[in-house]
């Protein structure tokens, strides 16, 4: 998070502490609606699910003592000892969630598999953890990691296999959440068949899908006092149902009821872990949404909060089980008292819709985050608010979402079913991010030995709640596997085909000698102008450009490699997003320009692209010509060197403050600058016509008897070539796979990387290119 701009230097360290403490206090009270909807809403199901089975007929009060016993120990370990202490500490640069983990191990293990990637990332000043001196236990597990490549591979597939169980956790929470809040109504109207409920059930699950484009940042001031009514009226009730029902409960707390119920129902216990799990659905977006709040924000609500309301709310509902064994399937509800039902009823199902909202936007986010490190196809992405970073909404998404809960909620119409298929879905998270973070204490945090008995306590604990989930499999569970088979198919193939493809254009690329022996004309007409050459080669030209030599008879006085990748860092700066270099001598006039963006960055359709993009040549035109270390003398030293172009840059300089003033109602007006480029090239802002509705950027080059005759030369071509109009040149590539490839690689390629790419949105859409100033050019490509 941002520090606080108000907060002067001239305060004491008292205030200082009251103002970080009041903005974490704001930051706890927001995330209760944000965070927490999920996890708060889990005692309308969890002991419905656990009593299930034989358990359900065969069940005393040493019974619901043992399951409550368990439940508050799972509460404690997993969401309380393993994420509040320890895993929202895996923070990458206040960001969370699996590819968090993935990312930060990608930049200090060297695990990724993602095209690209240079050393020159790593002077972004968002990686924030610095590369150590690796300790004895980890350079010999680094060396057998770089020794089997595979695992590798095996890592990629795991942490995509998590991120399909959370798309699947999007499929299943809103089913389990409604249906559960809307059954109340079976308790006081018992004409209410089971078809009329599943039809107010449906017709709130369209509701909410049908408005996730209004965004939630329209809805959000409502989340959190909902969650907190919620929260009070749990712990109110949880506590009422201990006094008047059973205060024995309180002895449950002991661990030896947890041996005592194990002892008592043998194999059934060990099955009723599949429900005693869904206590704790929603904890990973602790750590998922910690980007949006802040660690010490999340830990104070939780342990102060959520955990004691969630564990009074257990114990009521286990004391009300106690003493009124056969009332299982509606053991929320009928544990209420009859004066405040419709209340809590309504209030109820407003926590469902908040939850629900919740996962379905980190579906979004984790969609997003998939195809930000090249393993999803390209979807349209709806920025919901302009003040509110990181709030989107998928079209594509969202409707898939919403036919699979309605086909969900439909076919099962069982919470215990739909329970058995989530709980399966959060238990895998769950054990993927613990052995995602025992590597990161291994590799990032330099604890090799602490990372043993935390993957052997939690790791422990998983697998056997997992274990149990799996016996759900033919109840239920195989949705969860099915849906996340399906989601990482198509990850891991259109992972697959970037990564051959680009592995051809690294493989073919244009020989520098070649490029020189054509002369600066390269062998025809060098039109005015700006070509944008397009290509995923962050070094090299890339072999289409010698198609489009070879196929058009013209091509632009000024040539601009354009690369745009992901780098594994949640957000890149402004400043540093522009990576410059040149290739060939000066009188080629061909620049390289490599556009970085972060894994939660989405590039924003502004219309400055072109702006700042000549902005930033010319800089770099102006620093190669006093810093000797960006120009070559040899041939074989272009194509090399590249330089970060932001204002860090250019504050080295004597006058570098930046003042610009935008035309927002369409006269002109003049930006200026006294950046070290704009002290040379003065902009001047007018607007086109009122067709394109997008502003024009005039540059001027100034009489100045020190500037060097070739750098003048070479920044009015520039300006010249802006003038004349810019161009975005892009391959239209069409991927097949070799005659000699095997059967699964053509399947792969052939059928569905071709089908991905011809049903998902082009890439000139995707980087809010102009059609009007678009130019394709054919090739196929063997791989």
């Given at each position: 998070?941002?520090?606080?701009?108000?907060i002067?230097?001239?305060?004491?360290?008292?205030?200082?502490?009251?103002?970080?403490?009041?903005?974490?206090?704001?930051?706890?009270?927001?995330?209760?609606?944000v965070?927490?909807?999920?996890?708060?809403?889990?005692?309308?199901?969890?002991?419905?699910?656990?009593?299930?089975?034989?358990?359900?007929?065969?069940?005393?009060?040493?019974?619901?003592?043992?399951v409550?016993?368990?439940?508050?120990?799972?509460?404690?370990?997993?969401?309380?000892?393993?994420?509040?202490?320890?895993?929202?500490?895996?923070?990458?640069n206040?960001?969370?969630?699996?590819?968090?983990?993935?990312?930060?191990?990608?930049?200090?293990?060297?695990?990724?598999?993602?095209?690209?990637?240079?050393?020159?990332?790593?002077?972004?000043?968002?990686?924030?953890?610095?590369?150590?001196?690796?300790?004895s236990?980890?350079?010999?597990?680094k060396?057998?990691?770089?020794?089997?490549?595979?695992?590798?591979?095996?890592?990629?597939?795991?942490?995509?296999?998590?991120?399909s169980?959370?798309?699947?956790?999007?499929?299943?929470?809103?089913?389990i959440?409604?249906?559960?809040?809307v059954?109340?109504?079976?308790?006081?109207?018992?004409?209410?068949?089971?078809?009329?409920?599943?039809?107010?059930?449906?017709?709130?699950?369209?509701?909410?899908?049908?408005?996730?484009?209004?965004?939630?940042?329209?809805?959000?001031?409502?989340?959190?006092?909902?969650?907190?009514?919620?929260?009070?009226?749990?712990?109110?009730?949880?506590?009422?149902?201990?006094i008047?029902?059973?205060?024995k409960?309180?002895?449950?707390?002991?661990?030896?009821?947890?041996?005592?119920?194990?002892?008592?129902?043998?194999?059934?216990?060990w099955?009723?872990?599949?429900?005693?799990?869904?206590?704790?659905?929603?904890?990973?977006?602790?750590?998922?949404?910690?980007?949006?709040?802040?660690s010490?924000?999340?830990?104070?609500?939780?342990?102060?909060?959520?955990?004691?309301?969630?564990?009074?709310?257990?114990?009521?509902?286990?004391?009300?089980?106690?003493?009124?064994?056969?009332?299982?399937?509606h053991?929320?509800?009928?544990?209420?008292?009859?004066?405040?039902?419709?209340?809590?009823?309504?209030?109820?199902?407003?926590?469902?819709?908040?939850?629900?909202?919740?996962?379905?936007?980190?579906?979004?986010?984790?969609?997003?985050?998939?195809?930000?490190?090249?393993?999803?196809?390209?979807?349209?992405?709806?920025h919901?608010?302009?003040?509110?970073?990181?709030?989107?909404?998928?079209?594509?998404?969202?409707?898939?979402?919403?036919?699979?809960?309605?086909?969900?909620?439909?076919?099962?119409r069982?919470?215990?079913?739909?329970?058995?298929?989530?709980?399966?879905?959060?238990?895998?998270?769950?054990?993927?991010?613990?052995?995602?973070?025992?590597?990161?204490?291994?590799?990032v945090w330099q604890?090799?030995?602490?990372?043993?008995?935390?993957?052997?306590?939690?790791?422990?604990?998983?697998?056997?709640?997992?274990?149990?989930?799996?016996?759900?499999?033919?109840?239920?569970?195989?949705?969860?596997?099915?849906?996340?088979?399906?989601?990482m198919?198509?990850?891991?193939?259109?992972?697959?085909?970037?990564?051959?493809?680009?592995?051809?254009?690294?493989?073919?690329?244009?020989s520098?000698k070649?490029?020189?022996?054509?002369?600066?004309?390269?062998?025809?007409?060098?039109?005015?102008?700006?070509?944008?050459?397009?290509?995923?080669?962050?070094?090299?030209?890339?072999?289409?450009?010698?198609?489009?030599?070879?196929?058009?008879?013209?091509?632009?006085?000024?040539?601009?490699?354009v690369?745009?990748?992901?780098?594994?860092?949640?957000?890149?700066?402004?400043?540093?997003?522009?990576?410059?270099?040149?290739?060939?001598?000066?009188?080629?006039?061909?620049?390289?320009?490599?556009?970085?963006?972060?894994?939660k960055?989405?590039?924003?359709?502004d219309?400055?692209?072109?702006?700042?993009?000549?902005?930033?040549?010319?800089?770099?035109?102006?620093?190669?010509?006093?810093?000797?270390?960006?120009?070559?003398?040899?041939?074989?030293?272009?194509?090399?060197?590249?330089?970060?172009?932001?204002?860090?840059?250019?504050?080295?300089?004597?006058?570098?403050?930046?003042?610009?003033?935008?035309?927002?109602?369409?006269?002109?007006?003049?930006?200026?600058?006294?950046?070290?480029?704009?002290?040379?090239?003065?902009?001047?802002?007018?607007?086109?016509?009122?067709?394109?509705?997008?502003?024009?950027?005039?540059?001027?080059?100034?009489?100045?008897?020190?500037?060097?005759?070739?750098?003048?030369?070479?920044?009015?071509?520039?300006?010249?070539?802006?003038?004349a109009?810019?161009?975005?040149?892009?391959?239209?590539?069409?991927?097949?796979?070799?005659r000699?490839?095997?059967?699964?690689?053509?399947?792969?390629?052939?059928?569905?990387?071709?089908?991905?790419?011809k049903?998902?949105?082009?890439?000139s859409?995707?980087?809010?290119?102009?059609?009007?100033?678009?130019?394709?050019?054919?090739m196929?490509y063997?791989?």
């Amino acid at each position: 998070m941002e520090p606080e701009s108000g907060i002067s230097p001239t305060r004491n360290p008292s205030q200082l502490s009251w103002v970080n403490l009041s903005r974490n206090l704001l930051l706890a009270y927001q995330s209760v609606g944000v965070v927490y909807g999920d996890l708060s809403t889990s005692p309308l199901y969890v002991f419905t699910s656990t009593f299930s089975g034989k358990l359900k007929n065969h069940y005393d009060e040493e019974a619901v003592f043992g399951v409550f016993s368990l439940i508050f120990w799972t509460l404690t370990l997993i969401p309380l000892l393993k994420y509040v202490f320890i895993v929202l500490s895996a923070d990458d640069n206040g960001e969370g969630g699996t590819f968090a983990l993935y990312s930060l191990l990608c930049r200090h293990a060297k695990f990724s598999l993602l095209p690209n990637q240079q050393a020159a990332d790593e002077e972004l000043s968002a990686y924030k953890y610095g590369h150590s001196a690796p300790s004895s236990g980890s350079s010999s597990l680094k060396r057998f990691l770089d020794k089997h490549k595979k695992l590798r591979t095996a890592l990629l597939v795991l942490v995509l296999f998590g991120a399909s169980m959370v798309i699947g956790d999007g499929v299943l929470n809103p089913a389990i959440s409604v249906l559960s809040a809307v059954s109340g109504l079976q308790v006081t109207e018992r004409k209410l068949t089971d078809g009329m409920l599943l039809l107010i059930a449906c017709v709130i699950l369209v509701g909410l899908f049908a408005l996730q484009h209004c965004g939630t940042h329209k809805v959000a001031v409502l989340f959190a006092p909902v969650v907190f009514i919620w929260l009070f009226c749990i712990f109110g009730i949880g506590l009422y149902n201990v006094i008047h029902w059973n205060p024995k409960i309180v002895q449950a707390l002991s661990p030896h009821y947890i041996f005592k119920f194990f002892n008592q129902t043998g194999r059934e216990g060990w099955i009723s872990l599949g429900g005693v799990l869904l206590c704790i659905t929603g904890t990973e977006a602790m750590f998922a949404d910690i980007g949006h709040f802040t660690s010490f924000s999340i830990r104070l609500v939780f342990t102060f909060v959520i955990y004691p309301c969630l564990v009074v709310q257990y114990m009521g509902q286990a004391a009300y089980l106690s003493k009124n064994i056969g009332n299982i399937n509606h053991s929320f509800y009928d544990s209420i008292p009859e004066p405040v039902f419709w209340p809590v009823f309504v209030i109820a199902t407003l926590a469902a819709i908040v939850g629900s909202q919740a996962i379905i936007t980190a579906t979004f986010s984790i969609v997003k985050q998939c195809h930000a490190l090249g393993c999803f196809p390209r979807v349209k992405v709806v920025h919901t608010s302009k003040h509110i970073y990181g709030q989107i909404y998928i079209p594509e998404i969202n409707w898939i979402l919403m036919i699979l809960t309605l086909a969900i909620t439909v076919g099962f119409r069982d919470t215990t079913l739909i329970g058995n298929a989530y709980g399966l879905a959060c238990m895998t998270v769950m054990l993927i991010t613990t052995c995602l973070m025992a590597l990161v204490i291994t590799f990032v945090w330099q604890k090799g030995l602490f990372a043993i008995p935390f993957l052997l306590l939690f790791g422990f604990i998983e697998v056997m709640y997992l274990s149990s989930a799996f016996t759900k499999v033919p109840q239920g569970g195989w949705v969860p596997i099915m849906l996340s088979f399906i989601f990482m198919v198509v990850m891991f193939v259109w992972h697959y085909g970037t990564r051959k493809k680009y592995n051809f254009d690294l493989h073919n690329k244009v020989s520098l000698k070649w490029i020189l022996g054509l002369g600066p004309s390269l062998g025809i007409v060098r039109v005015p102008g700006i070509g944008l050459i397009y290509s995923e080669l962050a070094m090299g030209v890339p072999a289409i450009f010698s198609h489009f030599v070879t196929n058009l008879p013209a091509f632009h006085k000024v040539l601009v490699f354009v690369c745009v990748k992901s780098v594994p860092v949640p957000y890149v700066s402004a400043e540093e997003r522009f990576l410059i270099g040149r290739i060939c001598p000066r009188p080629y006039r061909m620049y390289r320009c490599i556009v970085r963006y972060g894994y939660k960055d989405i590039p924003r359709d502004d219309g400055d692209f072109e702006n700042l993009l000549i902005k930033s040549i010319a800089e770099f035109i102006l620093m190669e010509s006093v810093e000797p270390q960006f120009s070559g003398s040899e041939s074989s030293s272009y194509d090399g060197r590249m330089a970060v172009i932001s204002t860090r840059t250019v504050q080295s300089s004597s006058s570098l403050m930046v003042s610009e003033h935008d035309d927002l109602d369409g006269s002109g007006t003049i930006q200026s600058s006294k950046s070290l480029t704009l002290q040379i090239l003065r902009s001047v802002y007018e607007d086109e016509s009122m067709q394109i509705g997008r502003r024009r950027v005039r540059f001027e080059l100034p009489e100045s008897p020190a500037m060097d005759p070739s750098v003048r030369e070479e920044l009015l071509d520039l300006i010249e070539a802006k003038e004349a109009g810019v161009a975005y040149i892009m391959g239209h590539s069409y991927v097949k796979a070799r005659r000699s490839s095997s059967f699964l690689k053509k399947l792969a390629i052939d059928i569905g990387y071709s089908f991905l790419r011809k049903n998902c949105r082009g890439p000139s859409v995707a980087l809010h290119i102009p059609h009007i100033s678009l130019i394709e050019v054919g090739m196929i490509y063997y791989v």
